[in-house]
């Protein structure tokens, strides 16, 4: 799996011109399912997500997890094209990204495992869903984890 993970503070996504979900302050999560993908992924990534520390403390320094902060929100989205490979010609390939077979079963388990480590709902987008996403990105503060890389 593989996510880009943004600070905001506020974020939305819009399906057909009906918001789906959106947050105020907390995290942005575009998320990639590959073929390989499986539990452990899911339990390690979702957990990486809640405790990663890029919320500010007192002091202003980027030391608190979105766990920590009072009210911050998730906003998951499920974004293929993460897995997007230009190494040949100009046209990506996604040859990487799980079918929707896989990758649906897997992301609904991402949901229920992220909701549970977080402690709360998470507002999320629609799998394979023509989707309109915008955010106010705080910082500006994106990481990208990739489960397959942990070391």
Known sequence: ??????????????????????????LLVLL???????????????????RLRIFDDENGVMNRSVQETNGGGILLISQFTLFASTKKGNRPSYIRSARPEIAVPLYQQFIARLSQEFGK????????????????????VTIIIDSKLRE
């Open 121 to 140: 709902a998470i507002q999320t987008g629609e799998f394979g869903a023509d989707m309109q996403v915008s955010l106010v990105n705080k910082g500006p």
């Open 32 to 50: 990639a399912v590959e073929e390989a993908d499986g539990a452990e992924d899911i339990e390690w990534l979702s957990g990486k997500i809640v």
């Open 1 to 26: 799996m593989r996510a880009v993970i943004q600070r905001v503070s506020e974020a939305k996504v819009t399906i057909d011109g009906t918001v789906k979900g959106a947050i105020e302050a907390g």
